[in-house]
T-cell receptor
Framework: AQKVTQAQTEISVVEKEDVTLDCVYETRDTTYYLFWYKQPPSGELVFLIRRNSFDEQNEISGRYSWNFQKSTSSFNFTITASQVVDSAVYFCALSEASGFQLSFGAGTTVTVRA | DAMVIQNPRYQVTQFGKPVTLSCSQTLNHNVMYWYQQKSSQAPKLLFHYYDKDFNNEADTPDNFQSRRPNTSFCFLDIRSPGLGDAAMYLC??????????FGAGTRLSVL
């Protein structure tokens, strides 16, 4: 069975601070995909990134960066120089290549104060 | 520009009164999903359609049904809503097992 754990329930920072969201996963499959989604107060889940299990290269997209470490089964997400618009719930998710289900972590609520 | 469209955004129904939520997509994706998300919880997959094939999750209550009349549309029917069914319902689509794209959701209230 697959499982995703997001240890932080809530994080509150002041604008321009960096914030790192932790994600740890469990799966028995050798081929799997990891995701991060953002859910602003409006409710829509916005896709941010997908990583496959064979690609451990870290990625940077603007102020967002992701660190995938297979050795520790972690896929952490960092927002650099946070802004108020970054306030949202962020979900880490896992899908196995053999199935369709996206298994989500419990989510981390990020609040960025001006 | 919206690619996965859910209607309505807010739905109020009465206890036991059937309700239908709708989802349409312009992405021409072959897979469509319905998730239930209760307050402060993660989304939970109810079922998905792979083309015309319906796939129910093992723990989805019988009270929840779905229809997909064509590639673009998918409906979620709740036959007899209970108070515990009040939630956000999210529709998503994907091409095969690729990235799932979500609609804005329908927030269901049961009175």
């Amino acid at each position: 069975a697959q499982k995703v754990t997001q240890a932080q329930t809530e994080i509150s920072v002041v604008e321009k601070e960096d914030v790192t969201l932790d994600c740890v996963y469990e799966t028995r499959d050798t081929t799997y995909y990891l995701f991060w989604y953002k859910q602003p107060p409006s409710g829509e889940l916005v896709f941010l990134i997908r990583r496959n299990s064979f690609d451990e290269q870290n990625e940077i997209s603007g102020r967002y960066s992701w660190n995938f470490q297979k050795s520790t089964s972690s896929f952490n997400f960092t927002i650099t120089a946070s802004q108020v618009v970054d306030s949202a719930v962020y979900f880490c998710a896992l899908s196995e290549a053999s199935g369709f289900q996206l298994s989500f972590g419990a989510g981390t609520t990020v609040t960025v104060r001006a | 520009d919206a690619m996965v469209i859910q209607n309505p955004r807010y739905q109020v129904t009465q206890f036991g009164k059937p309700v239908t939520l709708s989802c349409s997509q312009t992405l021409n994706h072959n897979v469509m999903y319905w998730y239930q998300q209760k307050s402060s919880q993660a989304p939970k997959l109810l079922f998905h359609y792979y083309d015309k094939d319906f796939n129910n999750e093992a723990d989805t209550p019988d009270n929840f049904q779905s229809r997909r009349p064509n590639t673009s549309f998918c409906f979620l029917d709740i036959r007899s809503p209970g108070l515990g069914d009040a939630a956000m319902y999210l529709c998503a689509t994907s091409r095969e097992r690729n990235i799932q794209y979500f609609g804005a959701g329908t927030r269901l209230s049961v009175l």
